[in-house]
């Protein structure tokens, strides 16, 4: 498989971006599939990855540890940030959770520089103190992440979806996602289940951002910008949010699509872009909706009759 991928562009690292991709995609899934326009999911990544970046780098913890701690950590952030941004709808609070990732990245830039700062005024002298590298990000991370993991991971979150989507707490979701005030009305805890939501979406995040910093090694709070955010939507808006499998194959197809048409490296962006606007106009509930093909196929067949 991997030969044939190859022949295509796609090496065994452009394969490991897909699947973190995938991973992300899940990750905003959750707030999507419960009618939540959430754009925190880039934050929390970034989140995980420091958090799995600074054990690995300087306590010399393997991957297992990074992992859990990166992911339970971008979970706990979510818990007080979820309790009164979720309050909000729609446009505000994608607005408010853009906002949460600014403030997660500016941290991250100028963290070193505060702490440098009070312990120069605590002990008079000029301190040089380096933790998160500021706007240079953390390096040398070793490399951890293998295929193998990425594949086992996404296969246990398909896993736990398909059985959350069978079971009371899902249907809950799916009743908030088509009416908030009647699922209220139904005795369902709306702001309980959209905070469990929230957080189980961070921590889908954070352990993406674990996987994806012991990837590529070296780290920067500019790969976890508003331009992650808006990828990350990309992948659910390309698959659907329907299903579990629309976020896998939306994250797959935009982070393979750059590496096959790397001949045409200037017009990449032009290509992806034009995807996204053919999808949006013609299958505006992503690539796996079984009601977009059937609309699509129906004016297919009343252009040729």
């Known amino acids: 498989m991997l030969e044939w991928l190859s022949s295509l562009g796609i090496t065994e690292v452009v394969l490991q971006l897909m699947l973190i991709s995938a991973i992300m995609g899940l990750s905003i899934y959750f707030t999507l599939y419960t009618g ?3 754009l925190a999911n880039a934050a929390f990544m970034a989140i995980g990855a420091y958090v799995g970046a600074l054990l690995s780098t300087q306590l010399d913890q393997p991957l297992g540890v990074c992992l859990i701690a990166g992911a339970l950590i971008a979970g706990l952030i ?57 706007a240079r990000g953390i390096r040398t991370i070793p490399t951890y992440t293998e295929t193998w993991h990425l594949i086992l991971f996404v296969l246990i979150l398909t896993f736990l979806i398909t059985r959350l989507h069978r079971s009371r707490f899902g249907r809950a979701m799916a009743a908030i996602r088509q009416d908030e005030k009647a699922a209220a009305n139904l005795g369902i805890n709306v702001v309980y289940v959209k905070n469990v939501v929230f957080v189980i979406g961070a921590v889908i995040a954070g352990a993406g951002g674990v996987f994806f910093a012991h990837l590529i090694r070296n780290i920067t709070p500019s790969m976890f910008g508003f331009d992650r955010a808006v990828d990350i939507l990309a992948y659910a808006v390309l698959g659907g949010v329907t299903s579990w499998i629309g976020p896998i194959v939306g994250g797959l197809t935009l982070t393979g699509i750059p590496e096959i048409l790397r001949f045409s490296q200037d017009y990449r962006g032009v290509f992806i872009g034009l995807v996204l606007l053919l999808i949006i106009v013609y299958f505006p509930g992503g690539l796996i909706n079984p009601t977009a093909w059937r609309a699509f196929w129906q004016r297919v067949r009343r252009t040729h009759a």
Do not use: C, H, K
Request: hydrophobic share 50%; charged share 20%; proline share 3%.
């Open 36 to 38: 939540m326009f959430s």
């Open 78 to 134: 979510a818990i007080p940030i979820g309790w009164p941004v979720l309050r909000l709808r729609d446009i505000y609070l994608a607005i408010a959770t853009i906002g949460f990732g600014e403030i997660v990245r500016i941290f991250l830039i100028n963290f070193d520089n505060v702490i440098a700062e009070i312990l120069r005024n605590q002990t008079g002298e000029r301190v040089r103190y380096e933790l998160l590298g500021g």
